[in-house]
C-alpha cells in the first residue's frame, strides 16, 4: 500500500515485452493462484459448506465486475475503445439469449447447494468483501483511465487458474460438474480481454513512471482479490497469513 | 449487508428513548468491544508484535478521521453544524499548539516499539485495513447527510471500551503507559461528539424508515472496525470467526 507515484521517475521506458514480463512477475508473487484458499480447494480439501462460502461471497464480486467496466467506458472519450470495451459488459451480463456470467456464477452456486435467491440478495457475505470489491470501483473510478484499465490485468493470469480448477473441481467435486460453465466460458474470454487491456497500457503509459503505475494497479487488483479470500479463509478455515508486502511480526 | 432502505416504511416514529435504546442493542451485538482480538488486548495475551500490527494498522485508521470528518463538513449547509463538527477535525489534526489524535497514536505505535516513519508511510499496513477505512468514505460521502453522521455513532460506546483498554494496558503492558494520551483525551472528546450526534440524527430522521437507516447505518460502522480487526486476527493471531450476520456453515 501507500504512495508509489515517484516510482520510475527519470528512468528508460520498459520496452512491451520487458513489462508484460514486469507484470507476470507480478503475478506470480501476489496473483490468488497461491492463496491458501485455493490450493486447499484444488487439493480437493474444501467441504461443501466452504465452497458455498466461496460461491456465496464471490458473487457479490462477478455481479460488481459489469459496474466496473460500465465505469471504465464512461470515462473514455473515445469510442473505438467504448465499442470494444463494452464487450466485458455483455459478456457478464448477458444479452437476452445468451446467459452472461453472472447468471452462470449462479449456477455455479446452485450446484454448492445455496438456494439462488439467497445468493442473490447478497445479505450474508462477509463486509470484508464488499469493501475489497467496493475498493475496486474506488479505483477505476478515480486513478488515470491507464490505471484503470491495468487493474484489469489479473485477466493475464486467469486462464491457467481456471483450467486448473476446472480440472480439479472434476476430480474433488464432481457433484459441481454441472455449474462450471462460468469458467467454461472464462476460458476464451479472459485472454481476449487482457490481449485488448495489454495493448492498451503499453501504449498508453508513455514514460517508465507511468508505467510503474501500470505495474501498481496490476498489485492493487491482485490485493483485492487476495483480501477476499483471506477474509473466507479467516471466517471458514484457518490460522495467520499475511498478506504479501503486509507488516509481519519479527520472530 | 445488503438493501434494508424499506424496513420500517409506515411504521410509528421511534420516541429519542427507544431509538437510543435501538442504537444501543446494535452495541452490544456488533461493537468491536466483543471482538476476540480485544478479548486478547485485554487479557494480556497479546504479544508486542501483535501489538505492533494493531497500532501500526489502526493509525491508517486514525489518520482518516479527520478527511472523514471534512467530507461530512463539506456536506452541509448548515453554519451551525459546520461550526460543532469543525472540532472534530481540530481534534484529530491538532491546533499547532496542542497535539491532535493523529499524532498522539503515532506515540502509541512508539510505545509498542516501531518507528515512527515506519508507521507513517502506511506501507506495511493490511489491503484488508484500507479497504475498510475507505468504505468508511464512501458511505459518508454517498449517502444522505444524517445517515454519514449516524455512521459516527460508535462514539456512543467507546468510552467504556477506552476507560477499560487504558486500565489493562497499564495491568498487562505496562510498556505502553507512555503511549496513552490518545485514549486520555477520548475519554472526554467521544461522549460529546456522541451527544452533538444523537441529537443530530434523533431530529434529522423524520420517519421510521430513516430511523431505521440511522440504526443501519451504525451496524455498517460496526462492522467497519470489525473487518479491521478480522483481518489483523487473521494475519496476525488465528481462527474462524465469521462477523455477526454473515454466513454460517452448517454443522
Redo the contacts between chains.
Sequence with gaps: ??NESLRGEGEALLSADVLRQALKKVGSERYHHQHPFHLLMHEGKL?R??L??WA??RYFYQSAIPVKDAIILSRSDDAEFRRAWRKRIIDHDGDGNARGGIEKWLKLAEATGLDAERVR????????T???V??YL?IVRTRPLFEAVASSLTELFSRDLIALRMDRMRQHYPWLAGGLAYFEARLEQAPEDAAFAFEYVSTQAKSRAEQERVIQSLRDKC??L??QL??L???????????P???R??S
Design positions: 500500500m501507500g467441504s459448506g466452504q458455498q462460502a456465496l461471497n440478495s447478497k445479505q450474508e457475505i462477509l463486509p470484508a464488499a469493501y475489497a467496493n475498493e474506488n490485493d483485492i487476495w483480501a483471506d477474509a479463509y479467516f471466517a471458514y478455515v484457518q490460522p495467520g497469513w499475511p498478506p508486502g503486509a507488516f511480526i519479527e
